[in-house]
């Protein structure tokens, strides 16, 4: 739905995205607008319902900025809509295991490679306007976040998994799981990330991540992460709110 294909998409390259958890369309809008190269539209712990981000795909049709949305769970009836409703990728949190990111693309492919069905007349193809040819359908970008120490020991067999494109640190949940079981640890946060790169690396797949803070970005290329994400647009808003109270002096 918008100028970016999935295929430029798995290009090797930096990509600077960033958290949209409100749900509003204008905020998506503007985003779009600034520049950035996708958006992560989180339906699993932002704000806005699913009925909501019709309306955000909407408003940023006409940007270049690519269309993500994280879904709370591999439910493959909230994969199948949320493609056809025009995202270009999905993102899946807490992807373990080979088997749970097989089912990840099982739910976002057609047959033959999935399961997902097929309709002419979804959004994505124009109401019916633009139906794709049966011999090149769409490949959704599927990015799997690597979240628990399971899927960081699992990551490499995870990369090569055929349809998964991105590997994605979560960073808070991997930290809350590394202190929560601190006895099935193998490495600790720092060692955890270098081996999700070079799993991702090895299979010639990209690695993603958040960051809060901007001066970590150069840092964050240069060790491997290309599929960068930078805040959120709660984050940006309760930020900007509390420097303003604060510059007032109360």
């Known amino acids: 739905m918008n100028m970016k294909s999935p295929v430029q998409l798995r290009e090797k390259k930096p990509r600077l995205g960033t958290w949209l958890s409100i749900g509003s369309p204008v905020i998506a809008e503007l985003a779009a607008e600034s520049g950035f190269d996708w958006l ?8 806005g319902f699913e009925a909501a981000l019709l309306p955000q795909l909407q408003a940023i049709r006409s940007s270049g900025a690519a269309a ?11 994969i199948a809509r949320v493609l056809d409703w025009g995202a270009d990728g999905v993102m899946i949190p807490h992807v373990s295991t080979v088997a749970e990111a ?3 693309v099982q739910a976002a492919h057609y047959p033959p490679r999935g399961r997902r069905g097929f309709s002419r007349t ?10 794709p040819a049966e011999s090149k359908l769409p490949e959704p970008i599927i990015i799997a976040q690597i979240e628990t120490i399971e899927a960081v020991e699992n990551a490499g067999k995870i990369a090569c998994v055929d349809g998964v494109d991105v590997l994605f640190v979560g960073p808070s949940d991997l930290n809350f799981d590394l202190k929560a079981r601190p006895k099935l640890a193998k490495r600790d946060y720092a ?14 797949k990209s690695c993603g991540i958040l960051t809060r803070d901007a001066a970590e970005l150069p840092a964050l ?3 491997g992460f290309d599929w960068l994400a ?16 604060e510059g007032f002096g109360v």
């Open 221 to 223: 290329r240069k060790q």
């Open 68 to 78: 993500i949305v994280r879904v709370g769970a591999p439910h493959p009836d909230l």
């Open 122 to 131: 979804v959004r994505a193809y124009g109401y019916g306007l633009r139906p």
């Open 102 to 104: 097989e089912a990840c």
């Open 191 to 204: 060692v955890c990330l270098d081996h999700v790169i070079t799993a991702a690396a090895e299979a010639g």
């Open 230 to 245: 930078m805040d959120s647009d709660l984050a940006i808003l309760r930020n900007g709110y509390r420097k303003l109270v």
């Open 40 to 47: 992560l539209f989180d339906l699993e712990h932002g704000c």
